[in-house]
């Protein structure tokens, strides 16, 4: 039994890096179980949290939308497609001190931060063009 958890584990963890991507735990299950049929929706989702437990993965909270997981565990920005809804990594220095700089406001004791810029991705972008030169 424990044996199967770690190997079904793997074949997430595995799957997510291959990937790439910011995906959600439906968009990763169908990719799963393509390959692996015998794997159920609430075994992916069972793992998935324990990965994110690990420390393995990020769970990314996307505002008006499913949860992201993602293959990239160091903190970073990311930015959302308005388009296709799609999370992206944002290049750019991360603001380690950002906690400390407000601490004392408001009495609130602060945990961490979590930013996604708002935006269109090249391949939304593209689509735009051709739209508006129908
Ligand atoms: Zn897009
Ligand atoms: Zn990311």
């Not at 390959?35 to 690990?54: C, D, F, G, H, Q």
């Not at 408001?106 to 708002?118: P, V």
């Amino acid at each position: 039994m424990i044996q199967r958890n770690t190997i079904q584990c793997s074949v997430i963890l595995k799957k997510i890096n291959e990937l790439k991507a910011h995906v959600t735990a439906d968009e990763l299950y169908e990719a799963i179980v393509s390959e692996y049929p015998s794997i159920s929706r609430a075994t992916v989702y069972r793992n998935l949290n324990k990965l994110v437990e690990m420390g393995k993965i990020r769970k990314v909270s996307v505002p008006n939308g499913a949860d992201r997981f993602d293959y990239l565990c160091c903190d970073h920005y990311h930015v959302k497609c308005r388009l296709c809804g799609q999370l992206f990594d944002v290049e750019m220095d991360y603001i380690a001190d950002l906690k400390q700089r407000i601490k004392d406001a408001h009495g609130f004791e602060f945990f961490g931060h979590n930013i996604i810029f708002d935006g269109i991705c090249p391949a939304c972008g593209k689509t735009k063009i051709k739209e508006n030169k129908k």
